[in-house]
């Protein structure tokens, strides 16, 4: 089975912090997604990778940069955080191999902005 | 632009009633079809995928799907629910040849004993 894991379950940073998310996954895929998900609004997509080093802006990158050094880890990145970037954090992976392959989710990160 | 859409953002049913989620897409051609869950405080689960073939598809969890073209449609269905099955559903979509899927905005189900 896939594997994706977020490094906290759980996070409280304050206004003005740089906050770093990570997310690993163990099945060697191309691609990676960090969306953010709020009531309401469903799942909106902040930045997509398809290979070490490449990113791709999502439909909200303002306020995120990410990182992606290695394939198997995918860092989303609040350069200086804010009160409307309290929310659920979804990181997700796919293959390339097929594009009929579906994403796999971690179990998300639920981020505090003070 | 492609797009899908959830019309009911919460549904309500009795534990042991029969359960229709209801899904449409827009996309110029047919495009794949998947179908998620997420409990509270979790991630997102695949219950069940369509690419081509039979248009009734089997999931886990006791979930099915039934693929309309003439619809755009893609209901998800389950003839017992469990207090369980409690969560949010969402339904998704992807082009041939593209990553990226387009989500619904979800519907919450609630179960009542």
């Known amino acids: 089975d896939v594997k994706v894991t977020q490094s906290s379950r759980y996070l409280v940073k304050r206004t003005g912090e740089k906050v770093f998310l990570e997310c690993v996954q163990d099945?060697?895929?191309?691609?990676m997604f960090w969306y953010r998900q709020d009531p309401g609004l469903g799942l909106r997509l902040i930045y997509f990778?398809?290979?070490?080093?490449?990113?791709e802006k999502g439909d909200i990158p303002e306020g995120y940069s990410v990182s992606r050094e290695k394939k198997e880890r995918f860092s989303l990145i609040l350069e200086s955080a804010s009160t409307n970037q309290t929310s659920m954090y979804l990181c997700?992976?796919?293959?390339?191999?097929?594009?009929?392959?579906?994403?796999?989710f971690g179990d998300g990160t639920r981020l505090s902005i003070l | 632009a492609q797009s899908v859409t959830q019309p009911d953002i919460h549904i309500t049913v009795s534990e042991g009633a029969s359960l229709e989620l209801r899904c449409n897409y827009s996309?110029?051609?047919?495009?794949?079809l998947f179908w998620y869950v997420q409990s509270p405080g979790q991630g997102l689960q695949l219950l069940l995928k369509?690419?081509?073939?039979?248009?009734l598809v089997q999931g886990i969890k006791g979930f099915e799907a039934e693929f309309k073209r003439s619809q755009s449609s893609f209901n998800l269905r389950k003839p017992s629910v469990h207090w369980s099955d409690a969560a949010e559903y969402f339904c998704?979509?992807?082009?041939?040849?593209?990553?990226?899927?387009?989500f619904g905005r979800g519907t919450s189900l609630i179960v009542h004993p």
């Open positions: 099945m060697d895929h191309e691609n």
């Open positions: 997700a992976s796919s293959s390339s191999g097929r594009t009929n392959q579906p994403q796999h």
């Open positions: 998704a979509a992807r082009a041939g040849g593209s990553y990226i899927p387009t």
């Open positions: 996309y110029g051609a047919t495009p794949y």
């Open positions: 990778s398809y290979d070490v080093k490449m990113k």
């Open positions: 369509y690419f081509s073939g039979d248009t």
